[in-house]
């Protein structure tokens, strides 16, 4: 099964895509890819906030802030559960960590050829995205491409998966399918 | 205790409003209960964000102010904007506010008996 949850910052998606990622897993391999790359301390801190919610939930962590295609290898061959967190970071380090910008189109296809790799390698996959999207502000090119690249990245996903899944302060809202926790 | 969120202009107080017959005078603007503290006959609190955001400029821990509101009066009705549903900002202070709001809102939607998400007006159930 495919899973995508969103929300905004603070929402509590990562809370519950880690429950629902417990209740999926059953006996099966559960892993965490962590996308986050920690450039200071307010990164850091959130880092260990996100050790902390997910220690002793039996979560397997691989960081992988770019080229999603690579973690099929690092992965046992037994029944697996994934939580990819989050989709925001993955996009915005394919996009802006190479010596130069990548086109968006450029990005959302590598990504989504990734993730259908990623998806037939596992068991559950489950993807937490972020709603960046309503803050009603006009952006620069490169921010504007970015949500442009998000954008579609979460369309083309929704489309693909199962469940989608908004999370509103803590609490699980169905946008499609019915929510897995 | 009950909780209206949304996100900007969406008609979140006239749908309280209405929903509870609750009347205009026992609602308490979040700035003035910064200042003033909350009495008795208070029923809504709103723009609760602005309570958060205030306590934070003022050094002030809103967690601790917003669970000692909570425990005298644990009728009250918190009407909110949501502010997490946007690009990551540049400045510091922003991103905590965004953050600390984000998690108090978790925290009293967790002990809410009634949580409602409006938009355009029209009031959602989500607990």
Known sequence: MMVLITGGSGSGKSAYAEKASVTLAGEGTLYYLATMQVYDEEGRKKIERHQRLRAGKGFQTIEQPVNITEVAAKMEDSRKTVLLECMSNLTANEMFSFSEIKQPDEVVEKIYKGIGLLKEKTDHLLIVTNNVFEDGITYDTATTDYLQALGKINEKLAEFADVVTEVVVGIPVPVKGCPVA | MELYIGGYAQGKLNYVLKQTGIPMDKVIDALVLAERGISEEIGIVNHFHLFVRNCLREGKSPEDLVEAIIAGN???????????????PMEAEEREYRERLGRILCGLAEKALKVERIICGIGQRIK
Do not use: K, M, T, Y
């Open chain 2, 74 to 88: 644990p009728q009250l009705i918190i009407i909110s904007d949501e502010v997490g549903n946007g690009i990551v």
